[in-house]
T-cell receptor
């Protein structure tokens, strides 16, 4: 499809396990964002990639969280040693640089 | 500290009336501000963008104002309909990245 694609849509894991969440942005978009949304809350900024620049990682809540973007396209958000407080919807968005963000439908993570 | 505040968590408006949502910010100087709509279980969808040199922007029944002196944006939905019920998020450019407010849940009552 032409939109932002995220996988998996749902992930249930046990505390202490590692998880990887994937985002396929819209082709040609240079900017890619990851946000976290806890139940009933707003969007918490996690990380921002823009072209070939170093990513802005200022929103990552701990060193258990990391993200990479390969070839300026697909991005993977990795959470190591998951904790129950990591349970949330993780949203990916892409854009041409500035302006309108196009969001995926999110990956819902549940840590038991 | 930097903050983006949307005036209320939830707002109930009678169908046909104008809904007005507020977004206030502190310690940002955004070049532009955006509004998004989010339905339950879905990702946010872009509605409108207004730049710092624009006072007002309209799109169909939607109107956004941006006052950089007051550090405030107002989002209006005229002739509101039950289908307008959703969460509305304010977002601004803060240091190159886009930062969101917590959103306002709007309920249009039939």
């Amino acid at each position: 499809g032409a939109g932002v694609s995220q996988s998996p849509s749902n992930k249930v894991t046990e505390k202490g396990k590692d998880v990887e969440l994937r985002c396929d942005p819209i082709s040609g978009h240079t900017a890619l964002y990851w946000y976290r949304q806890s139940l009933g809350q707003g969007l918490e900024f996690l990380i921002y990639f823009q072209g070939n620049s170093a990513p802005d990682k200022s929103g990552l809540p701990s060193d258990r969280f990391s993200a990479e973007r390969t070839g300026g396209s697909v991005s993977t958000l990795t959470i190591q040693r998951t904790q129950q407080e990591d349970s949330a919807v993780y949203l990916c968005a892409s854009s041409w640089g500035q302006g309108e963000l196009f969001f995926g439908e999110g990956s819902r993570l549940t840590v038991l | 500290s930097q903050k983006i505040e949307q005036n209320s968590e939830a707002l109930n408006i009678q169908e046909g009336k104008t809904a007005t949502l507020t977004c206030n910010y502190t310690n940002y100087s955004p070049a532009y501000l955006q509004w998004y709509r989010q339905d339950p279980g879905r990702g946010p969808v872009f509605l409108l963008l207004i730049r710092e040199n624009e006072k007002e922007k309209r799109k169909e029944r939607l109107k956004v104002t941006f006052d950089t002196t007051l550090k405030q944006s107002l989002f209006h939905i005229t002739a509101s309909q039950p289908a307008d019920s959703a969460t509305y998020l304010c977002a601004l450019e803060g240091g190159d990245k886009i930062i969101f407010g917590k959103g306002t849940r709007l309920h249009i009552l039939p």
